[in-house]
């Protein structure tokens, strides 16, 4: 499972969906923590996390390679957090210079479309051109890619961990019901 911008900061708008009112570094510990707790869980079932620092969003990942594990261990989220999944070298999501793994899983053929039309009020908030409706909305949004290596789905920034961890046991087990079922056939 790859993560957009994983470690940005999260928007005012993305603090309403705990139903109460929680500052975006808390949400952002609080996200964080979900990630890592996803990961330790899930694991041993085959999954494994990727993080991908950004600065296209707001820009709020303006640090330098060597400072962004210090920033999340004693910044944001701080208190001691460290990232337990494979965590890569800061760049772009979208635009003309986006990371090619990015360009790979926004591809139209794959199974896990665009999260949403709106990229809400973007003065000042977004830094890439060309917008392209397949773009990464915000931070926080995750594809799931397959053990063949596609993308098989893709949720918004705001989507929960728990309903992610659910849609992956879903998968997971659809998964291992098709090569049981590839075994037992004559």
Known sequence: MAQAALFCAAVKKELKRWGEKVSPPELFSLLSSELNALYEEMNPLGLTILG??????????????????????????????????????????????????????????FSCPAVGEDFGPMYGRLFWEPLKISDIKWNFEKFLVGMDGKPVMRWQPTTKVSVVRADIRRYLKKEKRLKTRKIHLP
């Open 52 to 109: 991908f620092p950004c600065n296209q969003f707001g820009k709020q990942e303006p640090g330098q390679r060597h400072e962004i594990l210090p920033g999340l261990k004693y910044v944001r989220p701080g208190n001691g957090f460290v990232p337990n999944f494979l965590l890569f070298e800061k760049g772009d999501v979208n635009g003309k210079n986006e990371q090619e793994v990015y360009t790979f899983l926004k591809e139209p053929c």
